[in-house]
């Protein structure tokens, strides 16, 4: 392997290799001198498709072997969609870069272009959330929710073969590969809280690595940056993830933070949300008040009986 030659880790599904090549082609822009090129490794979370999320577990569900990959030197840096990362990255590795944040919002994708207002009990929603599923159950409990697994054209072919009759689905993934013209309509972020680091790219890499940390910080957006803080610390302060129906969404206005989490029974029974805003250098700090209150004022016992129903 040339010393020139520098190697990018991802996933092989098609919005996976989309990120990993938008990476790629901006590294390339930035060092023309040097060669880039994708390796793609295979991870849990692509092997297990008929299984709920919510049942097989979060924790690197769709990371790990790329970290494996990493630590083995196989790979160089990793591409993940910035929400499949856990929290807390493991010993060895660190955030290296997040891009500038695309689309944040959840998509509503509806085959005869219904809302989810007007359905009923006759109609037929698809995710693999929980966080979604306690939101569309909140906002229209008479539709029923099914599970569905797959990449983006999988989910739309289900959908359009009569698994079900809408979905709900990340708006970046959508807008990235070019299916614009299947999003019915976006939810704003009050109306349906988007998933903590929805629709930003991270680079992931080794420790003290510094000849990568000095490239891949040439893709890092400081903005996004706080914004992803402020969610994941809001995220990990309540020991959430994809079992847990946690959501956050933070927006940066000057140098103000402005954060809004929410916490819900998955059945859309019971739902907390709360607000908080401060100084957008600290963001950790204003994600981890903002859990705290949230926990205070009935949080705690929401999560443990989520937490009860999901090991049963």
């Not at 990362?85 to 891009?99: D, K, N, S």
């Not at 994708?109 to 966080?131: C, N, P, Q, Y």
């Not at 809004?260 to 029974?269: E, K, N, R």
Request: glycine residues 8%.
């Amino acid at each position: 392997m040339n010393k020139s030659t520098i190697r990018i880790g991802t996933r092989g599904s098609k919005l996976a290799l989309y990120q990993a090549n938008l990476v790629k082609s901006k590294l390339e822009e930035a060092f023309p001198d040097k060669t880039f090129e994708i390796v793609i490794i295979s991870t849990k979370g692509d092997k297990i498709l008929d299984v709920a999320l919510s049942k097989i577990g979060d924790k690197g569900l769709f990371t790990k072997e790329l970290e494996h990959a990493l630590f083995n030197d196989e790979v160089d840096m990793c591409v993940h969609s910035l929400k499949d990362l856990p929290t807390v990255f493991p010993e060895g590795a660190q955030l290296g870069a997040i891009l500038k944040r695309a689309e944040y919002k959840d998509a509503w994708v509806s085959k005869d272009g219904i809302s989810l207002e007007d359905m009923d009990e006759s109609h037929t929603v698809a995710t693999s959330s929980l966080r979604r599923i306690a939101q569309v159950h909140r906002i229209n409990p008479k539709v029923k929710v099914v599970d569905i697994r797959g990449n983006v054209d999988t989910r739309l072919k289900k959908m359009n073969d009569g698994h079900c009759d809408a979905m709900v689905m990340a708006g970046a993934g959508l807008i990235r590969l070019g299916y614009n013209d299947a999003i019915t309509h976006l939810f704003e972020a009050d109306y349906f809280v988007s998933a903590c680091g929805q629709g930003a790219i991270a680079i992931e890499i080794r420790e003290n690595d510094k000849a990568i940390d000095s490239i891949v910080k040439q893709l890092h957006c400081e903005t996004s940056y706080q914004q992803i803080t402020a969610e994941r610390s809001f995220l990990n302060e309540l020991e959430g993830g994809c079992q847990i129906p946690i959501g956050a969404y933070a927006r940066v206005e000057g140098e103000e933070l402005h954060l809004l989490g929410l916490v819900a029974m998955p059945d859309g029974t019971k739902e907390l949300r709360a607000e908080l805003s401060g100084k957008a250098c600290e963001s950790e700090e204003i994600g981890r008040k903002l859990a705290q209150q949230i926990a205070q004022s009935g949080g705690v016992e929401i999560l443990e009986k989520v937490r009860t129903l999901n090991n049963q």
